[in-house]
């Protein structure tokens, strides 16, 4: 059973910098391309960034590429969406999701596997 855990949000100025965590247990976690998506009120589903399991493809949103960055430590079983420069309209509840291999997914019904999200509040 794949088991995602994010940690990291909170609140951040705009302009500042923070980094979100996801943990995957359960499995191999180098079989996995992994994503993150966010949600805010009122709104869809939106993917934010993807990288595959050896981490030599990333693919970023329009709307946060020269941002934030997308990485992973298989060591640590663990992927990182650094946010720097953040902007209010980035505040949402960030998700990380996993896959089996398949490549970079930016639809969020190719995921599987979700966590159970952290909240990112960015004030102007």
């Known amino acids: 059973q794949v088991q995602l855990v994010e940690s990291g949000g909170g609140l951040v100025q705009a302009g500042g910098s923070l980094r979100l965590s996801c943990a995957l247990s359960?499995?191999?976690?180098?079989?996995?391309?992994m994503g993150w998506f966010r949600q805010a009120p009122g709104k869809e589903r939106e993917f934010v960034a993807a990288?595959?399991?050896?981490?030599?493809?990333?693919h970023l949103a329009d709307s946060v590429k020269g941002r934030f960055t997308i990485s992973r430590d298989n060591a640590k079983n663990t992927v990182y969406l650094q946010m720097n420069s953040p902007k209010p309209e980035d505040t949402a509840v960030y998700y990380c999701?996993?896959?089996?291999?398949?490549?970079?997914?930016?639809?969020?019904?190719?995921?599987?596997?979700w966590g159970q999200g952290t909240q990112v509040t960015v004030s102007s």
């Open positions: 999701a996993a896959r089996l291999l398949g490549g970079i997914a930016t639809f969020h019904y190719q995921y599987p596997y």
């Open positions: 359960g499995r191999t976690f180098s079989s996995y391309d």
């Open positions: 990288i595959t399991w050896s981490g030599g493809r990333t």
